[in-house]
């Protein structure tokens, strides 16, 4: 079976010459995807015809317009029918491709998501699942910033679309789920978390929640998925990138400082390439929006080809275990359902 992936590769901060590598180097490693490159024809022409690839894996799919990334997303998407974000997510709407990627704007790339591929049944709000390093390989932390506000019912939903791609992506069997708060005890929290946390606790669809978390534990073994609303996941997430570049650069520095320590950085190489890996956006490749009725994957603005290689790779896998399906089941099982939301 063919996996067939659209990807956005204007708007974001490095040219669509960079972003076309990245998908070349996927298309010649795995023979099972076919890419829709989606913007200005004769720009990505002239990048493919210097590059080797298989016969019938790209297809290039023209747009005129770009979303730049300082422009209003919903206001944006509805002036720009022709733009790549647009034209993209219209391409999973239509089925003619089952995910979408795109470095662009994230609240475009969130609204096209929405409203021009839509929410799976049930759903009351999509939430983006974003991939923290840890002492136990990995940490899904969602909402990372689809939602500003949320419900204790959407929490709810969060962690029951979390627990299918732990499962799934991660490979575990029972995820322990984590509630996102100010104090491990019951009691610590807000309105918010207080009565979630009685949703995540009582809900039989939850095979393992572990109670509260705090922001520490994201990074420790403690459990595979932190749920929270989007406005903590998002400054989570913002903050814990500002620390890994700071941290990162402090040892470029102190590394640099004579010839003791550049010999030590030298015996250490191999080391600190691992450390560097594990905190390096780039090797995810990107955030899967879950939720909707296809796969996105949201990458970072600055994306270059090899997180454009890895957001491929992300895509594949999503499709490749379904997780669409499996969302839909989960959140449909029991009758929930037939509750649209807002």
Do not use: W
Request: net charge neutral.
């Amino acid at each position: 079976m063919t996996i067939k992936i659209a990807v956005d590769v204007m708007g974001a901060d490095n040219p669509p010459s960079v972003l076309i590598e990245g998908v070349i180097n996927a298309v010649n490693k795995f023979s099972d995807i076919m890419i829709f490159l989606v913007g200005k024809q004769e720009i990505i022409n002239e990048k493919l015809s210097a590059l080797e690839y298989p016969e019938n894996s790209i297809e290039v799919v023209n747009s005129s317009q770009i979303i730049e990334m300082s422009e209003s997303p919903s206001k944006a998407l509805r002036q720009k029918k022709d733009s790549s974000i647009y034209i993209g997510s219209q391409l999973v709407a239509e089925g003619e491709a089952e995910a979408f990627v795109s470095p662009g704007n994230t609240g475009a790339v969130m609204a096209a998501g929405l409203f021009n591929i839509g929410r799976i049944s049930g759903i009351k709000r999509p939430a983006i699942v974003t991939l923290f390093p840890s002492e136990g390989g990995r940490t899904l932390v969602l909402d990372s910033g689809a939602n500003t506000d949320s419900t204790p019912e959407n929490l709810l939903q969060f962690a029951l679309m979390g627990q299918i791609y732990a499962h799934l992506i991660l490979n575990k069997t029972e995820p322990r789920i984590g509630l996102l708060s100010i104090g491990e005890e019951k009691s610590k929290g807000n309105k918010l978390t207080s009565e979630t946390y009685d949703l995540l606790e009582q809900d039989p669809r939850i095979k393992k929640f572990i109670g509260n978390i705090e922001g520490r534990d994201v990074f420790s073994d403690k459990c595979d998925i932190a749920v929270c609303d989007g406005f903590t996941g998002n400054i989570v997430l913002k903050t814990t990138e500002g620390t890994a570049f700071f941290l990162l650069d402090m040892f470029k520095k102190a590394f640099k400082k004579n010839l003791i320590t550049k010999f030590a950085a030298l015996i250490m190489k191999s080391q600190l390439k691992e450390i560097k890996n594990k905190v390096d956006y780039r090797q995810y490749g990107g955030a899967p929006l879950l939720g909707v009725k296809g796969v996105v994957i949201i990458s970072h603005g600055s994306s270059d080809k090899t997180a454009i290689y890895n957001a491929v790779l992300a895509a594949r896998r999503n499709v490749k275990n379904d997780i669409v399906r499996e969302i839909n089941d989960i959140i449909n099982r029991e009758g929930e359902g037939n509750e649209q939301g807002e």
